[in-house]
């Protein structure tokens, strides 16, 4: 029954034999808004490859860097349980460990994060798309991998909602 269902449904989705798979080409109705969202949908870049840095900060940037690319932070603490020093920044917080960037995060009052060289907005359905399908999923938030680093999305198991993006080697962890 199930199988019969997912045959018609299939059916109902691909074209017919001899038309134009575009949906735009497919009818000559097809005007304004709909093609532009048709349009929209092919011009979508791909979902992100590798991970280089989090808000301008790379994981292989010295502490000397971060100050250079940020300048003075507006508060520094110790984070005992990493052993790291944290640099607090408006719009990130970097945790520096033996002079190199051990993490990079992002609380969800930044509004949006900048993965690379890309800006997207802090909402878990365009991270979900940007960042390609997650490769592993913990109680605390979704973890994407590229090479050896990574990044995770920290929501509220309650909620769902967002609480943090944090960019990190994963083979440190």
């Known amino acids: 029954m199930m199988i019969a269902q997912l045959l018609m449904l299939a059916g109902l989705l691909s074209p017919f034999p001899g038309t134009s798979a575009d949906p735009a080409a497919a009818s000559p109705q097809v005007t304004g808004n709909v093609a532009q969202a ?11 490859t590798q991970f280089t840095s989090l808000n301008g900060i790379s994981l292989d940037d010295r502490k000397e860097d971060v100050l250079r690319k940020k300048g003075k932070p507006r508060e520094v603490s110790e984070d005992w349980l990493l052993h790291s020093t944290e640099y607090h920044y408006a719009d990130a917080v970097v945790g520096i460990r033996d002079g190199y960037v051990y993490y ?59 609480r943090a993006v944090e960019l990190f080697d994963e083979s440190s962890q």
């Open 38 to 48: 048709v349009a929209g949908v092919r011009e979508q870049s791909p979902a992100i």
């Open 104 to 162: 990079v995060h992002v609380d969800p009052g930044a509004m949006r994060v900048q993965v690379n060289d890309q800006w997207l907005p802090l909402d878990r359905r365009t991270l979900e798309q940007k960042l390609g399908g997650t490769q592993f999923t913990a109680e605390d938030g979704d973890v994407y991998v590229r090479g050896h680093k990574a990044i995770k999305v920290y929501t509220n198991p309650a909620t769902g909602g967002l």
